[in-house]
């Protein structure tokens, strides 16, 4: 199986995290699923594959939209694969939809709409073009190419909320948010509901889901052997346990130690 990331261009970083293609190389004699915690990033994302579907607690299982655009997720969700998997996407940074086409993010939030209704039937010629069979390098250059010219035709620029979105994510969501408002001399009510806007969710709201991405990233980085909790615990910034395990069974659906034993996340089978 093949999960590859590309960097973007470089004046398209201050909007995109990076591209990624997924495919398989042989059919799965069986269906396959695979979890993912949430991460803090929302994705444009173009199906070359069959048709999967996806579970989450807000909507059950549904087939995804051939391409479709994808918020904040606020939940574990997991894919329900069979067949041939082929896929490209856009994983963007916090603000980086809201700042390269206008949504306002707060719609998307735990949710995949099909790229049509959200950007007009303009979009269908870069689908079309994109299952077609460039490879994944050819696929990566149509939509940059794609997104290079909307960020032009838009003049997109990032702005304070970018900034302070960003900064969470480089503070893996170890951040006092009432402080950075403080530092920044901005009106709180206002700067929260432009946050909304742009990402999704409030700040303090998205430091916590960055802090769970980090955390599970770097589990599943060691294979999720866990040597010493206390340790994970301390580095992930939570002050005790007790908050620890209620936070991550929040995000995840299960408790830590029952997680780190029987996900079901990507790494799992990238390993094989």
């Known amino acids: 199986m093949l999960y590859q990331k590309y960097q973007p261009a470089p004046h398209l970083r201050p909007f995109v995290e990076c591209y990624y293609v997924w495919e398989n190389a042989a059919l ?22 069959d048709p999967y579907r996806l579970q989450t607690q807000k909507n ?4 995804v939209p051939a391409s479709f655009l994808s918020g904040q997720s606020t939940r574990s969700y997991q894919l329900q ?24 993010m707060y719609e998307f939030v735990d949710e995949r709409i ?24 050819g696929r990566i250059r149509l939509l940059e190419a794609f997104l290079s010219n909307q960020m032009t035709r838009t003049n997109a620029v990032t702005d304070r909320t970018d900034y302070v979105a960003n900064l969470i994510v480089d503070q893996r969501g170890i951040i006092n948010i009432n402080e950075l408002m403080d530092e920044l001399y901005v009106c709180r009510r206002q700067f929260e509901r432009k946050f909304l806007t742009k990402v999704g969710v409030s ?22 052997n866990v040597d010493d909790w206390h340790d994970v615990i301390y ?19 299960r408790i830590p130690s029952l997680y780190v034993r029987n996900n079901v996340e990507l790494a799992n089978f990238l390993q094989s």
């Open 28 to 49: 799965p004699t069986q269906p396959m699923t695979v979890e993912s915690p949430p991460n803090g990033y929302g994705s444009l994302v173009f199906n070359y594959g």
């Open 81 to 104: 694969l069979q067949g041939q998997i082929g896929m490209i996407g856009a994983v963007f940074r916090p603000a980086g939809l809201n700042s390269l086409f206008g949504l306002p």
């Open 235 to 253: 580095r992930a910034g939570y002050y005790d346990q007790s908050h620890f395990i209620r936070e991550f069974t929040g995000f995840t659906g």
């Open 114 to 137: 099909d790229l049509a209704a959200v950007l007009g039937d303009g979009i269908r010629n870069v689908q079309e073009r994109i299952v077609e069979p460039n490879g994944a390098i």
């Open 203 to 224: 700040p303090k709201y998205y430091a916590r889901i960055r802090r769970i991405g980090y955390l599970c990233a770097q589990l599943a980085n060691k294979h999720w």
């Open 60 to 63: 059950g299982t549904k087939v």
